[in-house]
């Protein structure tokens, strides 16, 4: 099986790769003790889901903004798929969505063909369409406000406004930590599936253990001060692999012992 | 269950709307009664009776309406000037954090220089014509849009600034799809702020110098102890700044309807 993923690794593209990458909030001097993101090296690549768990204020979500473009690396070096610049490449979706109240959910959608001006308005409209099918969302959402939405279905049009924009990696943080039980199991398996069938990347922080076991192909623990320090490889069970059926294995039970191990040591319990 | 509540709704509104002329009325009972045979106080308070009599006068004879158009042109043109030049430059400022700096102090102090102050100036650069009125319900507007519209610009939500920043939008892109319609609720406080500064701009000029408006009416008035004539001024000022902020709330409801 490893032998497999090894292989399957070889011939899929990289998505992103992270080399050495170091990030501090203090704007002066160069101490060791001040970073918030440390000697961090990490490779993603097409179909894959990566998870990252630590605590509270250990850096997940400012590795996610350096990633993104919005805070500078101090050192170290981010490419996507050998590029470096991040442009159209990234789909942010925040824990609390990001979309314009001020615009109706279809107008929302349209914001990938007004900023990118390379997808015609007629063109945008058919892909909204079979993203809103994708995400069992009906077409009487286009019109609706965001604020007259669920949360769930807020998420929903969230990604497929991510979707539009075409990007090859998904950054999530905490997406469906706002969400109800049974929304936030639906969600997970829709985002696994698109994924896996349009062979996409992503990066997902998160705080909740069985998410990142459901969800991801590997989990990464960060320590306090911003290194990754443990990986956890995921392999499903047979037949179990969307994250609903991937929680009822005997399988999940152990990663989650064995994660919440680690995560227990880096917290310091 | 859902019926009933929207009776009950429904009944309260019917309340709140004979509630709403209750304090009026109180009003003039009791001016009524205070003043009723009484020449010494109608001579300083007028009363009901004379404020009708004065309406019907002024009215008639078209003095009235002329006054109150003349008053209402400059207020609204000024307001109209003063919002939308204060407005463009509060969120413009968004763009330059070092220009916003520098240009703090100066919008300060237009900001707090009292118009009356300004009146004399704007009177003899611009003469005693409706067009010193409209320069003083500019001013008098101007620097209330600025300071709104600009702390709309800089209290847009960071997600949505990271969001473009992510997809690789312009800072153009940026400032005309995410900080203008945020801002609009910023603007339109300025804009329902502005109604009342704006007709306080206009009627100080003409309280100054001036041929025609409501304040030269009342000011002319109040010179004769024509009390009944100054409290016809006051009420048609009153229902011009309410029928304007009734304007204001309709294009509040159209612009910010999202808010549901």
């Known amino acids: ?269 | 269950m859902s019926k009933s509540i929207s009776a009950k709704s429904k009944n309260s509104r019917t309340w709140e709307y004979f509630l709403y002329p209750l304090p009026l009325v109180l009003f003039v009972v009791a001016w009524y009664l205070l003043t009723d045979n009484n020449p010494s106080r109608q001579f300083i308070f007028s009363s009901p009776q004379q404020v009708l009599s004065a309406f019907v006068r002024l009215s008639s004879s078209g003095e009235l309406y002329r006054n109150a158009g003349v008053t209402i042109f400059e207020a609204v043109m000024g307001f109209l000037m003063g919002t939308t030049v204060g407005a463009l430059l509060g969120l413009s400022l968004w763009y330059s954090r070092l220009v916003a700096r520098i240009a703090q102090p100066y919008i300060t102090a237009i900001a707090t220089v009292p118009i009356f102050a300004l009146a004399p100036i704007v009177i003899v650069w611009f003469g005693i014509g409706i067009f010193s009125k409209i320069m003083l319900a500019f001013l008098s507007t101007v620097a209330v849009a600025i300071v709104q519209s600009y702390q709309g610009a800089m209290s847009v939500e960071p997600r949505y600034l990271r969001l473009m920043q992510v997809v690789g939008a312009t800072r153009w892109q940026t400032f005309r799809i995410v900080v203008m319609p945020s801002s609009w609720i910023w603007v339109v406080n300025a804009m329902k702020l502005n109604i009342g500064l704006a007709l306080l701009g206009a009627f100080i000029g003409e309280f100054i110098s001036a041929e025609e408006g409501l304040g030269y009416m009342i000011v002319k008035a109040s010179g004769l102890y024509d009390m009944a004539t100054v409290f016809v001024g006051i009420f048609a000022l009153i229902v011009i700044a309410l029928g304007l902020t009734a304007v204001v709330e309709q294009i509040e409801r159209r612009i910010l309807k999202w808010r549901v």
Request: hydrophobic share 45%.
């Open chain 1, 1 to 269: 099986m490893s032998t497999a993923s090894e292989h399957d690794k070889n011939v899929l593209k990289t998505v992103l790769k992270i080399s050495g990458l170091m990030f501090s909030y203090a704007t002066t001097g160069n101490d060791v003790n001040s970073w918030a993101l440390h000697d961090l090296s990490l490779t993603v690549t097409e179909g894959e889901i990566v998870c990252i768990l630590g605590a509270s204020g250990c850096g997940k979500s400012t590795l996610l903004n350096v990633i993104a473009g919005l805070l500078p690396p101090g050192a170290g070096t981010i490419e996507f798929s050998n590029q470096s610049d991040a442009a159209g490449r990234i789909g942010y979706i925040f824990q609390n969505d990001a979309l314009f109240p001020w615009r109706t959910v279809g107008e929302n959608l349209l914001l990938a063909s007004e900023i990118t001006r390379t997808i015609p308005k007629a063109d945008a409209g058919e892909k909204i369409k079979q993203h809103l099918q994708t995400f069992h969302l009906q077409e009487k959402v286009l019109r609706q406000y965001p604020s007259q939405l669920s949360g769930g279905m807020r998420q929903r049009v969230s990604i497929v406004q991510a979707l539009m924009f075409n990007p090859e990696l998904f950054l999530l943080d905490e997406p469906f930590s706002a969400l109800d039980f049974y929304t936030k199991l639906k969600l997970e398996g829709e985002f696994v599936a698109l994924v896996k069938e349009q062979r996409k990347a992503a990066v997902l922080v998160t705080h909740d253990i069985e998410e990142a076991v459901a969800m991801a192909d590997r989990v990464l623990i960060m320590s306090k001060d911003g290194a990754l320090i443990a990986e956890f490889q995921i392999q499903p069970e047979e037949g179990a692999r969307s994250p609903d059926a991937a929680r009822g294995t005997a399988k999940f039970a152990q990663y989650y012992q064995s994660i919440w191990a680690e995560l227990k040591m880096v917290i310091g319990q």
